[in-house]
């Protein structure tokens, strides 16, 4: 089992800055994937980012790339998600996730491991 906790959401202007993090414990070693999702009121829950840990790679939706940055800390079993230039589109709940199997990075059923999710909130 794993467990995901977020934190670092907030309200912020446009323009503004947040940084996500997610603190992964438990069997983290069979861990092929983590990423960001989110989720807005209006909107379907859509991937964001992903990172694989083992490679370091990483993969942006096209709405955030240029803007949005996921990396990792190993020591700390950390997952990060920069956010910079926010707009008030980007306001949604914001989700970790991890995968120990495989599957499209973009779909929900390719993550096993959920977080509670963190609120992040643009205003104009």
């Known amino acids: 089992q794993v467990q995901l906790v977020e934190s670092g959401g907030g309200s912020v202007q446009t323009g503004g800055s947040l940084r996500l993090s997610c603190v992964a414990s438990?069997?983290?070693?069979?861990?092929?994937?983590l990423g960001w999702f989110r989720q807005s009121p209006t909107k379907k829950r859509e991937a964001v980012a992903v990172?694989?840990?083992?490679?370091?790679?990483?993969i942006y939706a096209d709405s955030v790339k240029g803007r949005f940055t996921i990396s990792q800390d190993n020591a700390k079993s950390t997952v990060y998600l920069q956010m910079n230039t926010l707009k008030p589109e980007d306001t949604a709940m914001y989700y970790c996730?991890?995968?120990?199997?495989?599957?499209?990075?973009?779909?929900?059923?390719?993550?096993?491991?959920w977080g509670q999710g963190t609120q992040v909130t643009v205003s104009s």
């Open positions: 996730a991890a995968g120990s199997y495989g599957g499209s990075w973009r779909e929900e059923y390719a993550y096993n491991y």
């Open positions: 438990g069997h983290t070693d069979d861990l092929n994937f």
């Open positions: 990172i694989y840990p083992g490679a370091g790679s990483t």
